[in-house]
């Protein structure tokens, strides 16, 4: 009969959580390149337009940031005092920016050169946004608490709004609408003005005396919709119903710095001063995901075409995930485009239907076809037994032993083949004449694995053995007094684990107990 080789025991792993589609996308955005600045970086605004470069602005400049490499490709310096809120025009050629003294700036991307300066404000700006359907206008807002739309070429006020008490530290231009700017301010209102009637048209919030600075806002694309931070909360309003509040709902601890839709609109990305940046399903508002970091994070960003996360945090650090796009999500080249269409093959008169497609080039190799009659004659490789099956075929017990106690060994080949010595009666043969060089890799292996449930029986089992064996020569050797020593306290030790587990699992069986009897 063939030697049987040691059959290694499986031990069922506990089941992982399963990660949903949407987490599993999310987690695609992986590889974190950490850029450190300076000073808190206050903002972060990706160019829509292609190759999607992102301003970062932090202390005194506003750097232009390329997303392949993440290295600076230009810097604007050119500021008195503390710049704030970087923005990228649509098109990608222009960059507007205020600062602390109240001034602001629009700067040729390319040149750094100062195209046009407006000077207004009286006090610190700290929103400036080109509009996305009027690019040569320009929003800003201030801690003057007047709110601003400017004309780029002629270097004038469009229109000023005085309707806020405090400052206005968040607003933005509708995508939808180029006359509508919804703002928000430390008086704790969400304001909707309109440039043709140069009025407020709509006030969200600030009912009551304790109500919370208003943070940041966001217009839904659509225009129909808003959202609002203040604090740890984030409201929902419906503009078309008069700025009613559909919902509030808070999953940060601390307050809500910064608001960011994906591409499509349908995911909304929340970052905090609780380090934390939460994902939201837009249809139902509930967290699907959740990113930690390593600091609070002061503004966030998300690339147009969902392949990078920025987050600027209050300790200067610039944190980029990126996500490697599949190949369907692409898109098409013209040419490609075309071939797919048919175009060429209706040129050519149908003689190429397979053009543009490709072909898969099958990897199963086809088997060989002989005679019926023909004689096969097969051979069988014997299977190569492993070093422990070899000496336990050759019954050297201890050597066996010793070959699956080193460092590299997985704990179940191990006591696999310390099971199949029990089995042999050969475990006393095995551990016997050792000393305190040989004896020693068995006793770290009992007191690594001695709380292991997997093995903690026959762990057990092998201790009371070699107690037995070496009891008489304790002392002779410090380490293995100290391995010994090791033992007894993780024993211990879990022996009183249990007996608070016993006590525990008594516990709660009383108290389903008696719901049980309340319920029935």
Not at 350 to 365: E, W, Y
Not at 398 to 425: C, G, M, Y
Not at 488 to 513: C, D, H, P, S
Request: charged residues 25%; positive net charge; proline residues 6%.
């Amino acid at each position: 009969m063939d030697y049987q080789p040691v059959v290694v025991h499986r031990h069922a792993r506990p089941a992982a959580a399963k990660h949903s589609p949407e987490s599993r996308y999310w987690r695609q955005f992986k590889h974190p390149v950490f850029i450190k600045e300076y000073a808190p970086i206050t903002s972060v605004q990706f160019s829509p337009s292609k190759p999607h470069r992102y301003a970062v602005t932090a202390a005194t400049r506003v750097q232009i940031y390329a997303p392949r490499t993440q290295k600076v490709t230009k810097t604007i310096s050119r500021f008195k005092d503390v710049a704030r809120s970087g923005n990228i025009r649509p098109d990608g050629k222009l960059v507007v920016a205020g600062d602390d003294t109240g001034l602001v700036q629009v700067f040729d991307i390319n040149s750094r050169a100062i195209l046009r300066t407006l000077d207004s404000h009286k006090q610190p700006v700290h929103v400036t946004k080109f509009s996305t359907l009027a690019p040569t206008q320009i929003l800003s807002c201030s801690d003057d608490t007047t709110v601003k739309l400017w004309d780029v070429p002629s270097q004038t006020e469009v229109v000023t709004f005085h309707a806020h008490t405090d400052y206005v530290r968040s607003g933005e231009v509708s995508t939808s609408n180029p006359h509508l700017i919804l703002t928000g301010s430390y008086d704790a209102t969400m304001r909707l003005f309109d440039t043709r009637t140069s009025q407020c048209e709509m006030v969200m919030g600030g009912e009551t005396s304790s109500a919370v600075p208003v943070e940041q806002v966001k217009l839904f694309p659509s225009g129909t919709a808003a959202l609002s931070t203040a604090g740890p909360i984030l409201r929902l309003w419906d503009l078309v119903a008069g700025g009613r509040c559909l919902r509030a709902f808070s999953n940060h601890q601390k307050t809500i710095t910064s608001l960011a839709f994906d591409g499509s609109a349908s995911r909304l990305l929340t970052g905090s001063l609780d380090q934390m940046v939460k994902v939201y399903d837009i249809s139902s508002y509930k967290v699907v995901h959740t990113m930690r970091y390593p600091a609070p994070v002061l503004c966030l960003a998300i690339s147009p075409d969902e392949t990078h996360i920025a987050a600027g945090m209050s300790d200067g650090t610039l944190s980029v995930r990126r996500r490697q796009p599949k190949a369907s999500e692409g898109a098409e080249q013209p040419f490609t485009a075309a071939l797919k269409s048919g175009a060429f093959e209706t040129f050519l008169g149908g003689t190429l239907p397979a053009v543009g497609q490709g072909r898969v080039k099958s990897k199963i190799k086809p088997k060989p076809t002989g005679d019926v009659d023909e004689l096969r004659i097969e051979s069988r490789r014997a299977k190569r037994l492993k070093e422990y099956d070899r000496l336990l075929k050759g019954f050297k017990y201890s050597a066996a032993l010793d070959s699956v106690l080193r460092k590299n060994v997985p704990p179940t080949t191990t006591f696999s083949l310390i099971q199949e010595l029990i089995h042999r009666d050969g475990l006393r043969s095995a551990l016997a004449g050792r000393d305190d060089a040989l004896l020693e890799p068995v006793l770290r292996l009992l007191v690594k694995h001695v709380t292991d449930p997997r093995f903690g029986e026959m762990v057990c089992d092998v201790s009371s053995v070699v107690t037995e064996m070496y009891t008489p020569v304790l002392g002779q050797s410090p380490l293995i007094d100290s391995l010994f020593m090791r033992l007894r306290k993780k024993v211990l030790a879990e022996i009183r684990f249990q007996k608070e587990l016993v006590k525990t699992k008594g516990a709660l069986e009383m108290i389903f107990a008696s719901a049980t009897l309340t319920t029935a």
